[in-house]
Every structure is written in structure tokens, then in C-alpha cells.
């Protein structure tokens, strides 16, 4: 298996630009969570998805935040408008229910917003 | 609400020296613990896990018991060597629910030759 897939892997962009990250879960995964890392608040589960339904998405930071996950393979992380403080590494990561709750983690998307 | 407490890093080491990195934790029930490793450049990787009191977990040199008494998962490594130079993070799930987990802030190593 190819594991987590996650694109892209940079993404440099402008203040208040659209971004969309992708990821692709591993397959036969029912769970995929989407988190960030940055230097200041460490790593942040943002949401999470179990079988493409979004469960808990408190993490979000705000509205401009949005994630979908129309099929089984594959989710998007979408932030419009951009802003600078956006700029972290986000990861996607996913499990299976039937495993003891071992999360594998994708190579992440660092983000640069100027 | 469920915590997970590591201690503050960066923990700087020469190579073969003994590491210990602390990691405590406050939970509501009986978590599995873990510890993952994010080496430069990556995402975080399973190190090893315990699902229960007593356990220990091992792999590639490094080990943790489950400490229910101490409510702790101590993850150390006999001899480290540079290539063990990676941000670790310990971890608490609840095995069966919605396989969501509890990270530490995590401690970075640095060793050095």
C-alpha cells in the first residue's frame, strides 16, 4: 500500500487566496483526520471523518476553514480566504475501526501563505 | 476532559547515552497509550503502543511500560544514536470509540556524535 497521500506537498500562495489540500486515506480506512502543526500551538486535530461523515470538526479555527470528504478515497481542506497565520504544516491521517487505533499519517502539505 | 503531559524538550544527548522522555497522562477511563515519531521532513509514524496496565511496549531499541499507578508511559532507549534525532509524541486513545487521539506537545531529541 502506497500509505497516506497527500498533495500537495508545498503550496506557497498570497494573503487571501483560495487553497485546497488533498488527501488520499489508506484504502479500506474508515476514519481520516486532518490536523496542523505549527511551532506555537504544536499539533491541532482540526476534524475528522468516519466513514466520510464529518464527526467532530471543533478544531476548525473559524469559518474560513472548510472540509469535505465526498468518497471513501478521497478529502479536501479548503481555506478561503487565506491569511498568513494560516501558514503551518497540515497533516492528513487515517485509521481503521477495527485496528487498535493506530493512525497513519500522511507526509503533510507545509503551507505558505505571504 | 483526557490530558496527555510530556516533558519539555529540546533533550540534547550524545550518542549511546540513556534516554528517558517523561509522558504523563489524565484520563476519564482505560486508554491504550503510544508514542509516535516525526522525523525532519515528515509526518509522525507509530513507534510503539500499550493497550493496557502492565504492558510494555518496544521497538527499534526504545520501550515504555503502561503505568497505571503513576498514570505515566516513560518511553527510553539504552543507547541512542544520531539517526534517533526526531520530535516524539506521546499519545492516549480509547480502543473502540471513535479512534481519536490525545497528543502530547511532544519533546524533540537531539544527538549528537
Known amino acids: 500500500d502506497a500509505g497516506v497521500i497527500q498533495s500537495p506537498r508545498h503550496e506557497v500562495t498570497e494573503m487571501g487566496q483560495e487553497v485546497t489540500l488533498r488527501c488520499k486515506p489508506i484504502?479500506?480506512?474508515?476514519?481520516l483526520f486532518w490536523y496542523r502543526q505549527t511551532m506555537m500551538r504544536g499539533l491541532e486535530l482540526l476534524i475528522y471523518?468516519?466513514?466520510?461523515?464529518?464527526?467532530?470538526d471543533s478544531g476548525m479555527p473559524e469559518d474560513r476553514f472548510s472540509a469535505k470528504m465526498p468518497n471513501a478515497s478521497f478529502s479536501t481542506l479548503k481555506i478561503q480566504p487565506s491569511e498568513p497565520r494560516d501558514s503551518a504544516v497540515y497533516f492528513c491521517?487515517?485509521?481503521?475501526?477495527?485496528?487498535?487505533?493506530?493512525?497513519?499519517f500522511g507526509p503533510g502539505t507545509r503551507l505558505t501563505v505571504l | 476532559g483526557d490530558s496527555v503531559t510530556q516533558m519539555e524538550g529540546p533533550v540534547t544527548l550524545s550518542e549511546e547515552a540513556f534516554l528517558t522522555i517523561n509522558c504523563t497522562y489524565t484520563?476519564?477511563?482505560?486508554?491504550?497509550l503510544f508514542w509516535y515519531v516525526q522525523y525532519p521532513g515528515e509526518g509522525l509514524q507509530l513507534l510503539l503502543k500499550?493497550?493496557?496496565?502492565?504492558d510494555k511496549g518496544s521497538n527499534k531499541g526504545f520501550e515504555a511500560t503502561y503505568r497505571k499507578e503513576t498514570t505515566s508511559f516513560h518511553l527510553e532507549k539504552g543507547s541512542v544514536q544520531v539517526s534517533d534525532s526526531a520530535v516524539y509524541f506521546c499519545?492516549?486513545?480509547?480502543?473502540?470509540?471513535?479512534?481519536?487521539?490525545?497528543f502530547g506537545t511532544g519533546t524533540r531529541l537531539q544527538v549528537t556524535l
Open positions: 500499550a493497550t493496557k496496565a502492565d
Open positions: 491521517a487515517s485509521s481503521h475501526s477495527g485496528g487498535e487505533n493506530e493512525q497513519f
Open positions: 471523518f468516519n466513514n466520510n461523515v464529518p464527526i467532530d
Open positions: 484504502s479500506g480506512h474508515d476514519y
Open positions: 484520563a476519564t477511563g482505560y486508554p491504550s
Open positions: 499519545a492516549l486513545s480509547y480502543t473502540g470509540t471513535a479512534s481519536k487521539l490525545t
